[in-house]
């Protein structure tokens, strides 16, 4: 159902095991964006990839704290959902924020 405030669509997608969700596109102007339901877990493995790839240098620094956000915006490409690292506005559909935090090892052994 197209938004009349701009170009965008609700596509739905399917989050796997029946879970359905609409997504909010933005439509380009060279292609209708309807699709019919679309798969999901493209973009899930885009963010668990992302994730590992930053995540990979921060583990190696070892730093005490570390907080990582980036958004992503969803689009459509070929008919399957993609997943675009977007600048840090509001414009972003998801935002993804990654934590780690080294608590110091206690030489006591745990119960």
């Known amino acids: ?60 620094a070892k730093p005490t704290k570390a907080t990582v956000k980036y958004g992503l915006a969803i689009g459509i490409e070929q008919g399957s959902l993609v997943a675009a690292i977007v600048r840090g506005t509001g414009t972003a559909n998801l935002e993804i924020p990654l934590e780690w935090e080294n608590k110091p090892k206690s030489d006591k052994p745990a119960p």
């Open 1 to 60: 159902m197209p938004n009349s405030d701009s170009l965008t669509e609700l596509i739905p997608v399917d989050l796997g095991d029946g879970v359905i969700a609409q997504i909010e596109v933005a439509e380009t102007g060279r292609e209708k964006v309807r699709a019919g339901t679309l798969p999901f877990d493209s973009v899930g493995r885009a963010i668990a990839k992302i994730s590992q790839v930053i995540a990979a240098p921060i583990q190696a």
